[in-house]
C-alpha cells in the first residue's frame, strides 16, 4: 500500500511524495519505509499505483520492487475462490497446464504469451474444451491481480480457446 502526501515549498511550490512500506529482513520490525518525490501529481499517482502492482523501478534499475508472478496470484485465487471439492480438483489438475506461465511477472505478461501459451496446448493435442477451460482458470486467476498503470487490466482477453481443430 502506498499513500501521497502534499508538500508545500516556503516558495510556494508544490511537490508530491510517494510512501510505501517493503520488506527488509535486515530491519528490526521487518519492513522498509521508502519515499519518492515528483514535481507532479499524475507523476505520483502513476508511482504509486506501479509500487501497489509490485512494477516500479527501483531507482530506475529496471529492478521490479515487488514483482509478482502468476503463480502468487494463482495461491492468492485458491486461499480465497470458495468452490465444491469436485471444482476444486479440476481446477487443480487444470492448473497443471499454466505452470509454463507460473514465474511470469504478471505486469508483463501479454496477450502475445498467452496465444503462444494456447498455441502450444493446441500443438501437443489438447482437446478444445480442455483449452478453453485452462483460459477460463487463467482468466479466474488473473481477475485478482493488479492491473499495472498503462497495461491491460486482463491480457487474456486478447486471446480466445478457439484453435485450431485437433490433429492439424
Known amino acids: 500500500?502506498?499513500?501521497?502526501?502534499?508538500?508545500?515549498?516556503?516558495d510556494g511550490r508544490k511537490s508530491y511524495r510517494v510512501k510505501w512500506r517493503e520488506p527488509d529482513p535486515a530491519a528490526p520490525s521487518g519492513w522498509r519505509q521508502r519515499t519518492r518525490?515528483?514535481?507532479k501529481r499524475s507523476d505520483a499517482q502513476l508511482w504509486r499505483s506501479q509500487v501497489e502492482a509490485g512494477t516500479a523501478d527501483d531507482d530506475q534499475t529496471g529492478r521490479p520492487t515487488n514483482p509478482v508472478t502468476l503463480a502468487d496470484v494463482h495461491t492468492r485465487y485458491v486461499a480465497t475462490h470458495r468452490a465444491s471439492r469436485a471444482t476444486h480438483a479440476k481446477e487443480t489438475r487444470l492448473w497443471k497446464r499454466l505452470t509454463p506461465l507460473a514465474e511470469v511477472n504478471v505486469a508483463t505478461l501479454r496477450a502475445s504469451d498467452i496465444r503462444?501459451?494456447?498455441?502450444?496446448?493446441v500443438d501437443d493435442g489438447l482437446?478444445?474444451?480442455?483449452?478453453?477451460a485452462c483460459l477460463r482458470l487463467l482468466r479466474s486467476v488473473l481477475d485478482l491481480a493488479v492491473p499495472a498503470a498503462g497495461q491491460s487490466a486482463k491480457p487474456s482477453l486478447g486471446a480466445s480457446g478457439k484453435g485450431r481443430a485437433r490433429g492439424r
Open 1 to 10: 500500500m502506498a499513500s501521497i502526501h502534499v508538500e508545500t515549498h516556503k
Open 37 to 39: 518525490s515528483f514535481t
Open 116 to 121: 503462444a501459451w494456447i498455441a502450444g496446448m
Open 127 to 132: 482437446a478444445p474444451a480442455t483449452v478453453q
